[in-house]
């Protein structure tokens, strides 16, 4: 019996008697809003395995049968491949770009001591607050005279700083102690040097994030690669998905299909990083 009655006190009830209710329900309540937000890539992923004949039929969220092969077929029906080297070129240079520079002007603004340091950081910030379409038009006149119309240097270029970037980072590097960079300059090195040899590989969990952001920046962006690509092979994914839409309006089975596709390379983007991610956020919080 004392078996038994041990067993009974320490079982499933038992727990679920000395966890308080207030937990239960927070709980029950981020689960629900989680599967609200899981609900519209639900749909997405179930849509592009339905057949393509939808016409006439109500709205179902698991299809009767898997059609895998609409893959395929939205593959065939638009140049995605050329869509995705576009868009592979495109991220890997914004992101390689904003890494490198925004990590040289974070290193300035957090370590060299220069007259109006602060008013500039002030105004680096000051433009997160200016939306894109203001200086959308003045951006485009700008590569437009330079004669970068449907090339990868106007995809590229314009979006290789941000202010977010030096911003995180400079947040970042105010906490790593200044202890190891007089120690390195006693042992001579130069200001380079040491961001190089000290700051950066110091900076991984921060330079990871301001690549995930950049990534899915550069990877999501719609506005700017349609206003400076007018030719079909210069198209971005999002833009090919866009066409694509306008083509076969009809056929929303292999829009999804396509949409899946371009989906996944952000969520592995994320997935991957995840770590590195919530690691720099803690870390780059430490310090204002």
Known sequence: MSAVTARLEHGPGALLRRVPWSKLLIHLVLLSGAFVMVVPFLWMVTLSLKPLELTNQPPYLFPSTFEFANYSRAWDAAPFARYYLNSIVMTGGIVVG?????????????RLHFPGRDVLFMLFLGTMMVP???????????????GWIDSYTALIVPRMVSAFGIFLLRQYYQ???????????????????????????????????LGIFAFMFA???????????????????????????GRYGTQWTLLMAGTVTATLPTLLV??????????SVAQSGLKG
């Open 175 to 209: 906490g790593i102690p200044r202890e190891l960079d007089e120690a390195a300059m006693i042992d001579g090195a130069s200001r380079l040097g040491i961001w190089w040899r000290i700051i950066v590989p110091l900076s991984g969990p921060g330079l990871a994030t």
């Open 98 to 110: 904003q890494v490198i520079f925004s990590s040289l002007a974070a290193y300035a603004f957090a």
């Open 132 to 146: 894109f379409h203001v200086i959308l038009i003045p951006s485009y006149l700008i590569v437009d005279r330079l």
């Open 270 to 279: 994320f997935l991957l990083s995840q770590r590195w991610f919530i690691q």
């Open 219 to 245: 990877w999501n962006d719609f506005l700017w690669p349609l206003v400076v690509t007018n030719d079909p092979d210069m198209r971005t994914v999002q833009l090919g998905l866009a066409m694509f839409q």
